[in-house]
């Protein structure tokens, strides 16, 4: 069992930066593949970043590639997504999720994570 908590949304003008957090409880961390998923009103959860076990392999959907960085640290039992040069369009609730993972395999389909947590706001104003 993983427990996921996300933190750093926010509002921010277009055009700055925000960075989201997500803790992990246990202490196998480095064996789960992490992954950040989006979901604006009226909209389906959409996959946005994700990164192997060991933060070797990372994977973007096009529309952030560039300005998102998603990253890991293993000894403290946390993934990162740094978003920069944001857009009203990426304003959503963002959620990290964990699965059990190969190593060197990054998953970009929601249906691929076993754990989620529970979301955290991101608006962006024009």
């Known amino acids: 069992q993983v427990q996921l908590v996300e933190s750093g949304g926010g509002l921010v003008q277009a055009g700055g930066s925000l960075r989201l957090s997500c803790a992990a409880s246990?202490?196998?961390?480095?064996?789960?593949?992490m992954g950040w998923f989006r979901q604006a009103p009226g909209k389906e959860r959409e996959f946005v970043a994700a990164?192997?076990?060991?933060?070797?392999?990372?994977y973007y959907v096009d529309s952030v590639k560039g300005r998102f960085t998603i990253s890991r640290d293993n000894a403290k039992n946390t993934v990162y997504l740094q978003m920069n040069s944001l857009k009203p369009e990426d304003t959503a609730v963002y959620y990290c999720?964990?699965?059990?993972?190969?190593?060197?395999?990054?998953?970009?389909?929601?249906?691929?994570?076993?754990?989620w947590g529970q979301g955290t706001q991101v608006t962006v104003s024009s």
């Open positions: 999720a964990a699965v059990f993972g190969t190593y060197g395999v990054v998953v970009t389909t929601a249906r691929g994570y076993d754990y």
């Open positions: 246990g202490r196998t961390f480095s064996s789960y593949c």
């Open positions: 990164i192997s076990r060991s933060g070797g392999k990372t």
